[in-house]
């Protein structure tokens, strides 16, 4: 009677063991799967040639897998299509700006040149305010358009003078 259920816990055992490693192996490759979509690579699939419920699941989970990367392309196409429309339209309007401030900063250069002995100081003040600020409107959009060019460029590191950058700041404000 030993030897018999000796047998008979052993041939259970085995069952056991493999009953368990079919249901274990895919569950791991979904697992792995999951986690590999989860960290980027949509490409990711599980073997699905099964008719019984891990089959079934398979088949669903691919089919979301295919759903989810369709979806990450369009967004991605989307993104870069409104980042192109972004790019031209700071082009565009850059450029745009760029004529009226040029006609602003000439008139006024041309009063101080041409007129500035008939000009009380505080009018010549006036005019070098109108100058300084239609300079800096016209680096404000020379840094527009630098800044619709950035899509377009590599990221580069550079250090940093954070002393500096906050004096800017500073005298700015």
Same mark, same amino acid.
């Given at each position: 009677?030993? $030897?018999?259920? %000796? ?5 259970? /055992?085995?069952? #056991? ?8 192996? $895919?569950?791991?490759?979904?697992? =792995?799967?999951?986690? #590999?979509? +989860?960290?980027?690579? %949509? ?5 699905? &040639?099964?008719?019984?419920? %891990?089959? =079934?699941?398979?088949? !669903? ?7 989810? #990367? ?9 993104? +870069? ?8 339209? !700071?082009? !565009?309007? *850059?450029?745009?700006?760029? /004529? $009226?401030?040029? +006609? ?7 009063? %101080?040149?041409?007129?500035? #002995? ?5 009018? @010549?003040?006036?005019? &070098?305010?109108?100058? @300084?600020?239609?300079? @800096? ?15 377009? @460029? !590599? ?12 004096? *800017? ?5």
């Amino acid at each position: 009677m030993a $030897p018999i259920a %000796l047998v008979i816990v052993i041939v259970g /055992a085995l069952v #056991a063991w493999w009953g368990s490693r079919q249901l274990t192996r $895919p569950l791991g490759g979904f697992t =792995r799967a999951a986690e #590999a979509i +989860a960290t980027g690579d %949509l490409d990711q699939r599980v073997p699905a &040639g099964r008719d019984d419920e %891990l089959g =079934r699941l398979a088949r !669903s989970f691919n089919t979301m897998a295919d759903q989810v #990367a369709r979806s990450h392309h369009e967004l991605e196409d989307k993104v +870069a299509e409104r980042t192109a429309e972004l790019e031209s339209f !700071s082009y !565009s309007v *850059s450029h745009d700006l760029r /004529a $009226p401030l040029r +006609a602003i900063h000439g008139f006024a250069r041309i009063l %101080l040149e041409d007129h500035q #002995a008939k000009l009380d100081p505080e009018a @010549q003040r006036l005019l &070098g305010v109108i100058d @300084q600020n239609t300079r @800096q409107m016209g680096d404000l959009i020379d840094d527009l358009l630098a800044f619709s060019r950035l899509g377009r @460029q !590599s990221i580069s590191r550079a250090p940093v003078d954070m002393t500096e950058l906050a004096g *800017s700041v500073v005298d700015e404000i």
